[in-house]
């Protein structure tokens, strides 16, 4: 019986160290994970939110008042959850990407990450050893089991930091793709009306001078602030070929909010 206890005690030893390096890491401190979707899906490891408080609407994206030429992504750098792994794998954008999935704002420093084309390292490391033009950011959807405060203000920590360590860089504020109504009026925590409230909140963050805000979501809603189902298998991520249309309209927005400033 002794035997049998020690042996149970050391496997479940072993179990909890490897989840405790698995992915990217627990989303914040006292956090149970909760049932992730299938690849490649978003890792919610939350717990359920209190009701958001309503802010000002995010102004309608800039029309080009003349044909404008997209902007290289040479120089660019992406930092997020699963959604832009996806746009690392099937976009065919020429940029740096720091991205896993399960993603947060809590734990985007815990581990180093391999950089396709630059190495295994932190995003410390990686923001001291190599200078970007332009610096895309998308998180918050394995945030919002959190007090929105708390997250913004976390969330606004990491804008500044990225802001100090490449101060030449453009940085772009990407909001959160919305999910299916499905999901959407299913899930415990995961809202699109949530969601509408944290992109308000990171717009804020924004000054439109080298800070700027990309809305994705007019391209991929169903006209009633959902993703639209034809675009997912899963509710939560486009399907692959449409990543492509994404990073076009990424390379052509990003040049539209620059011109327009």
């Known amino acids: 019986m002794k035997n049998f206890l020690n042996r149970f005690l050391s496997a479940a030893l072993l179990l909890l160290l490897v989840l405790s390096v698995a992915g990217c890491g627990p ?23 209190e ?33 832009v792994t996806g746009l690392m794998e099937y976009s065919g954008l020429n940029a740096d990407f720091f991205t896993c999935e399960g993603m947060s704002v809590y ?4 581990k180093p990450l391999s950089v396709p084309n630059v190495g295994k390292m932190t995003l410390t490391e990686l923001l001291s050893n190599k200078s970007y033009g332009k610096i895309y950011l998308m998180l918050g959807i394995n945030e919002l089991g959190y007090n929105l405060d708390r997250t913004i203000n976390t969330y606004s920590e990491l804008v500044n930091t990225v802001r100090q360590m490449q101060p030449n860089a453009t940085l772009f504020i990407m ?15 995961i809202h699109n009306s ?21 809305d994705v979501n007019p391209e991929f809603d169903d006209g009633h602030g959902n993703l639209a189902p034809e675009y997912t298998s899963d ?13 076009e309209w990424i390379a052509m927005q990003s040049a539209v909010v620059i011109k327009e400033e």
């Open 51 to 83: 009701d958001p408080q309503p802010v000002q609407p995010v102004p309608e994206p800039p029309a080009p008042s003349e044909p404008v030429e997209p902007l290289s992504m040479d120089d660019a750098l992406f930092i997020g959850d699963s959604r």
């Open 175 to 189: 909001a959160n793709l919305h999910v299916t109504e499905a999901m959407s009026s299913s899930h415990d925590y």
């Open 235 to 247: 509710g939560a991520h486009p399907y692959a070929k449409h990543y492509i249309h994404w990073g």
């Open 107 to 110: 734990n985007i420093h815990d």
């Open 27 to 49: 989303a914040a401190p006292e956090a149970p994970p909760v049932q992730p979707d299938t690849p490649p899906a978003v890792q919610d490891e939350t717990q359920p939110p």
């Open 194 to 214: 949530t969601i509408d409230v944290f992109n308000q909140r990171l717009f804020q963050l924004t000054d439109g001078k080298t800070i700027f805000y990309l």
